[in-house]
């Protein structure tokens, strides 16, 4: 599929050419994945030839250096960014600060470890910006998606089980709620914002569970891959913010 570049616009700021800002905002929450930064980079890169793009990276105070390579690669590529934040930690409100700090109308999120395929960024853009969806989602659960990535059969379970209860919160019928990899428009995110639980590691979840009228949602198959470095943060832990999730959205709907 053929992404139609974001065409540049002829409007002058203080008497200059104006140079207009990325269309997508890719936002990467981080932590200790110094080893994928620089591949994850040049990935997106090859994968967005025709379009105007940002790579935001937000790193929980990596130990490993991870937000180190990220300004290393700053310096060289305007594209990219970095957010280190001090003092907090947590995949979901890290996804919340990078989208926040955005200005693309249309914003992507994806893992930092290689695992969700950047190639379909370019077709997600497209669906929100050409098509008209609010949503677009990497699904391994629709025809030709694949989940065997996953590190092993706990995972699998948790990852199908989760599936399950969180379709039974949804205002809109989607295989893959619990997917890592999608985009939004960002007005729609932004929205949302103060009625999200901003817990655990599950974001696309949590935007859908607030949304008082159903978005168009559109599904796009990708195969999960293996990591390409550093560790999975999958723990007991998530079971518990999953859990405090669904209490928070289920008490707010009761008031």
């Known amino acids: ?6 065409p540049a616009h002829p409007d002058t700021h203080d008497g200059g050419p104006s140079r207009p800002g990325p269309a997508l905002s890719i936002i990467i929450p981080c932590y ?18 025709h379009l105007q793009w940002e790579l935001i990276f937000v790193d ?11 300004w290393r690669l700053a310096q060289a590529d305007s594209r990219v960014r970095g957010i280190l934040r001090v003092g907090r930690r ?9 989208v926040l700090s955005s200005s693309a109308p249309v914003v992507a999120v994806m893992d930092g470890d290689m695992q969700h395929d950047e190639r379909l960024l370019g ?40 599936i ?13 709620p619990m997917s890592g990899l999608f985009a939004v428009r960002r007005d729609l995110f932004v929205r949302s914002v103060a009625s999200l639980s901003g817990t655990g590691f599950k974001i696309l979840m949590d935007m859908l569970m607030v949304q008082k009228t159903a978005p168009r949602v559109i599904e796009l198959p990708f195969v999960f891959r293996s990591r390409h470095a ?6 007991r832990k998530v079971l518990v913010q999953f859990g405090q999730m669904i209490a928070h959205h289920m008490l707010s709907r009761r008031k």
């Not at 599929?1 to 974001?6: A, D, G, K, L």
């Not at 929980?60 to 990220?70: A, F, I, K, R």
């Not at 947590?90 to 990078?98: C, D, K, P, Q, R």
């Not at 550093?230 to 723990?235: F, L, Q, V, Y």
């Open 1 to 6: 599929m053929q992404i139609s570049p974001v």
């Open 230 to 235: 550093g560790e999975s943060k999958m723990d």
């Open 164 to 176: 399950r209860i969180a379709q039974r919160f949804l205002s809109v019928r989607v295989t893959d």
């Open 123 to 162: 077709q997600m853009f497209d669906a929100i910006h050409n098509q008209g969806y609010d949503v677009a989602i990497g699904s391994r659960h629709v025809e030709g998606g694949d989940n065997s990535g996953l590190a092993n059969a706990w995972r699998r379970f948790l990852s199908n089980a989760g």
């Open 32 to 49: 200790n994945e110094r080893g994928n930064v620089e591949p994850l980079f040049h990935a997106v890169e090859q994968a967005l030839t």
């Open 60 to 70: 929980d105070n990596s130990p490993d250096g991870t937000m180190d390579e990220v």
């Open 90 to 98: 947590g995949l979901s409100s890290a996804v919340i600060e990078g």
